[in-house]
């Protein structure tokens, strides 16, 4: 037999162990949100629940085992080599496609991709198949298309499902608790505590422990006969333990229950989604395995037909381990992990903050519609009973930055049915992605929550929106994807797999940089806050200063640019200048109110200087990047430089600037602005320059010294500069006024 199908195997081990690592970062939203959103204890106790429910899970796994195998073709109508490309291009697909969506923090389900990914390599396969020997055959002969359709509308059914029931119930939850739940709690909290770890119970029998190929049949029928008892018994004994734990030692219960259900979440997902990320390699070594045997009888592989792998299989447990441990390395590790989990804990957050997502036409129709809707049940609704649930639903505004997302009633809440959900679906044989009902689930109670408010809702709605689109794209992009890369191995055989291995890993580089960068700007937006007086004296100063000196700089190297028409130097700079507008542009939506609410009351001074800083400096920003936006299109255009004469104008306001700033500096770093009317005089000489280099460009043009695009680029330059001049005039008279309020006091 072939070395190829050897490194075949190797590469699918080397890849399942890949899709392992960015399943556990795409699917890890499934099990942490609520514990984390609800800071339910510190991380590493959150991850540690979490990698004992995963490793328990492994152990246990069984889930789609079979759907990999058969589920979506039929084996029999393929050969051993066949059967060995399918499976490597649904591994690679795999590989790429969840990685996009960690890259860019958006959950997804693994289910489906698994699904789409095998069906479009089996077609692929098919195809060439029907192409070159098989001619005249059906691709329904080949492919189980009613079995991927009853798995893939199950799926999306219960996106609507889980979104209605995490409404209803945490509305219900809500009505019965409200915020200020300590008081209700106490009487009611071990009954309702109880009632959810049922649930959790519910979930773990039906969803890890009976589609466990570990677990006997006798023993599965004898726990479906008597499931009624069991819940009964667990519903007691862990009402009765749990009342006893809060009122005797005083215990929390809610985290008690949050982390049952976060250790029960992580175990369905080791027990169901394991096989997701290596089902395909399973798979792939069992058809090895029996090839090699065929091979060692003196028989044909080419001929051998993988009708094998329809039958049963039971899943080696040490593979399975194996895969808990590098699941659990992942989770611990992977930063793109955090980036999934911040995504969903984000959009379900009580209360205002950075928004992830702009606005699009179809958030702001809904939020419009709803609006309406709110204003007729109001119109309809008894006083009385409005007001009961008005005192119901009233929240006591945190302002502490560590504070958790959302209180531990939801959190409870997004477990309890997301466990209830997942296992009525399993006991009905429903197909049904845990991905899309946790998160469907965690949005329909932050709805219900309030925590989309006119301030969020379209932000939050484009949100939802954007998964769901991605959700919805997953199916498409991984049938379109595998079945390209099916047939690129079908006809490029042994130099397709090297092939698309270096393509692999390019894009997992080129992937790891783009989510770098994208940490680098969130980060940016989640900067921390000021809160000292003196701290955010000196922050402004150090801001204004670096303001300036780039500005300066950026302004010198443009001018430099054009003369010697150096289109990569303008296009870096533009680049810079963009950088730094929207670094002041997200200090200005994220960073400005949050810093005035923690000032104290009597520091009305420092709190005007700040937001005139940022808004000056925002100003200065905006005129930078409309110099080198313009520079730089025009050089990539092609057109005239500017006279030397031009250029000597231009560095004659450069230095000005420079001569000004470089006062300023100094009276800072002195604290003494005795000289600031000397400052104030040469700003004037500034303005009285632009004021003689737009004659000196108009006498220019008059005598056709200079072309149409020139002219206006030059007038643009030194309007802009005007601009700049105006906004750092007025940084340093805000800071004289500053000096000179606290001066006086």
Known sequence: MSNIYLIIILVLLGLAVLDLVVGVSNDAVNFLNSSIGAKVAPLWIILTVASAGILLGSLFSGGMMEIARSGVFFPAKFTFPEVMMLFLAVMITDVILLDVFNTFGLPTSTTVSLVFELLGSAVAVSLFKIWHSDAGAALSEYINAGKSITIISGIFISIAIAFLCGTVIMYISRIIFSFNYKASFNY???????????????????????????????????????????????????????????????????????????????MSFAGNDLVNFTGPFMAALNSFQIASGVAASGGSIDNLYMGMLSEPVMADWRYLTASGIIMILALWFSKKAKTVTKTEINLARQGEGIERFSSTQASRTLVRRAINLSRLIEIITPKKVKDFIESRFEVVPLNDKDAPSFDLIRASVNLTVSALLISLGTSLKLPLSTTYVTFMVAMGTSLADRAWGRESAVYRITGVLTVIGGWLMTALVAFTVSLIVGLTLMYGKVYAVYGLLLLVLILL???????????????????????????????????????????IRIFRETIDALHTEDRKKLRNLYKEADNLNNEWKDKRNYEVLPTLQHLQSGALEIGQYYVQIVDFSHEISKSLRVITEASHKYIENNHEPFSQEQLNDLMTVC???????????????????????????????????????????????????????????????????????LQINNLMRARFRLFSLSDKN
């Open 188 to 266: 009611f909290g071990a009954l309702w505590s109880g009632l959810a770890f049922t649930g959790i119970a519910y979930f773990v029998i039906f969803k890890v422990l009976l589609t466990s190929t570990l677990v006997s049949s006798e023993t599965a029928a004898y726990i479906n006969a008597n499931i009624g008892t069991f819940l009964w018994g667990i519903f007691l004994a862990s009402t009765v333990i749990l009342g006893l734990l809060q009122h005797l030692f005083k215990i929390n219960i809610l985290k008690i229950v949050v982390l049952a259900g976060t250790m029960s979440l992580a």
């Open 509 to 551: 580089i080129q992937f790891a940089s783009v989510h770098r960068k994208r940490e680098k700007k969130e980060a940016a937006k989640s900067s921390t806050i000021l809160t000292n007086e003196d701290a955010i004296l000196h922050e402004c100063t150090e801001l204004v200063k670096r303001t300036i000196e780039t500005t």
């Open 655 to 725: 230095d000005a600037f420079v001569d000004v700033f470089n006062e300023y500096a100094k009276m800072v770093e002195t604290n003494n602005f005795t000289s600031y009317a000397n400052i104030r005089d040469k700003q004037l000489r500034i303005s009285e320059l632009f004021s003689e280099l737009t004659k000196k460009q108009i006498k220019r043009v008059k005598a056709n010294e200079s072309g149409t695009r020139n002219s206006i680029l030059f007038l643009n330059i030194l309007n802009e500069a005007k601009l700049i001049s």
